[in-house]
């Protein structure tokens, strides 16, 4: 199983980023998927899930409003769109894939987010 996540960045506060994960060598429309990221320090926390067809959504409540996750099974592709980016977002982004609402089976490896005030 391959989890390939891309579109981490520098980005200034309230600034946008994208960030994208290919997957492939898994049955992508038999897996949740999710972001966890992890800042310096802390522990790894679940950003963002998002169900095997997208019908169903969840997020830390830090993220809620400012954070979209989304998914193309067609192209086994999982998005997650960040908007009005805070500082406390910086952190290594990680893509997640699992059988469960939410535990993780696979890791990609991260991405690096970096917010300046």
């Known amino acids: 199983v391959q989890l390939q996540a891309s579109g981490g960045g520098l980005v200034q506060a309230g600034g946008s980023l994208r960030l994208s994960c290919a997957a492939s060598r898994l049955t992508f429309s038999s897996y949740n998927m999710g972001w966890f990221r992890q800042a310096p320090g802390k522990e790894r926390d679940l950003v963002a899930a998002?169900?095997?067809?997208?019908?169903?959504?969840r997020y830390a409540d830090s993220v809620k409003g400012r954070f979209t996750i989304s998914r193309d099974n067609a192209k086994t592709l999982v998005y997650l769109q960040m908007n009005s980016l805070k500082p406390e977002d910086t952190a290594v982004y990680y893509c997640?894939?699992?059988?469960?609402?939410?535990?993780?089976?696979?890791w990609g490896q991260g991405t690096q987010v970096t917010v300046s005030s």
């Open positions: 998002i169900s095997l067809t997208g019908g169903s959504t």
């Open positions: 997640t894939g699992s059988r469960t609402w939410y535990a993780p089976d696979y």
